[in-house]
């Protein structure tokens, strides 16, 4: 039987990099948008 304190940390491991991977997507993409309306209303 797996150790289920090893696997949870795991998981929550594996879960923060993906929130963190996440949250730079986002801003990369809020400042994707931000530089197209720049570009559109400049």
Excluded: A, C
């Excluded at 998981?11 to 997507?25: A, D, H, K, Q």
């Amino acid at each position: 039987m797996p150790d289920i304190g090893l696997t949870i940390n795991t998981i929550s491991f594996f879960e923060s990099i993906l929130r963190v991977g996440w949250f730079l997507s986002k801003q990369k993409y809020d400042y994707f948008v931000y530089q197209m309306v720049f570009f559109m209303y400049k």
